[in-house]
């Protein structure tokens, strides 16, 4: 797989490559957003990493041009942890977004799920419980499950992004809109209704992340 990282620190960059190369990625560099362009127009990139302070051309910028030549998963990194930021990022169309200082093996987390999603098979199946994305069905024994759009939303992104920690602000982003005006407590009364449906064998796959939001949790 081929990362594009976008940082004009060489530092960042380097700790990004240390651990993506152990990931066996190709990785490409790029200390602003003119050689992210050129990169991309020449090469064939599968997500980028991508700051938003940055010289010549800032992030947002040109991840605008990059969409222009082709949408490639992208992940935002910024100094600044502001709301207006994320919520303008995802608005862009941005897939993930991770505040510096930050962990390189969560960023790498974050990358495989980008390519989960971008490449999910037609079915999630764990032990009884089968998730038919073509079919839009969630069956446990079965026996079909009836789900609102919103919980089914949610049980798909939990399982396309399995095993990370996401927070409540990322799920109303992604699943209610960023121009959604409810608060926390939608994400956790859904949760709540979804675990429900889920019942005692699954429930379980929902846990709360005290502090931050919820991981859909499964040993593989």
């Given amino acids: 797989m081929n990362v594009l990282v976008v940082d004009d620190e060489e530092l960042i960059r380097n700790v990004i490559k240390e651990y993506a190369t152990l990931e066996k990625y190709q990785v490409y560099e790029a200390a602003n957003g003119l050689q992210a362009i050129d990169i991309v127009e020449n090469n064939d990139i599968d997500v980028i990493v991508l700051d938003i302070m940055m010289p010549k051309l800032d992030g947002y910028s040109t991840y605008k041009e990059i969409k222009k030549i082709k949408k490639i998963p992208t992940i935002i990194l910024s100094a600044r942890n502001d709301e207006y930021d994320k919520l303008f990022g995802f608005e862009l169309g941005v897939d993930d977004y991770l505040a510096k200082p930050f962990s390189p093996k969560e960023l790498i987390a974050r990358i495989k799920a980008i390519t989960r999603r971008n490449n999910l ?10 998730v038919d994305f073509m079919g839009h069905t969630v069956t446990i024994k079965n026996e079909e499950i009836k789900l609102t759009p919103k919980e089914y939303e949610l049980l798909t992104y939990f399982i396309k992004n399995k095993n990370i920690a996401v927070s409540r ?10 121009d959604f005006f409810g608060d926390d407590r939608t994400v956790d009364t859904h949760i709540k209704m979804l675990r429900n449906n889920l019942g005692k064998e699954y429930r379980e796959l929902i846990k709360t992340v005290r502090g931050m939001g919820y991981k859909f949790e499964i040993k593989e």
Wanted: proline residues 0%.
């Fill in 121 to 130: 098979e037609d079915k999630f199946v764990y032990k009884s419980l089968v």
């Fill in 169 to 178: 602000e990322v799920l109303l982003n992604q699943i209610w809109g960023y």
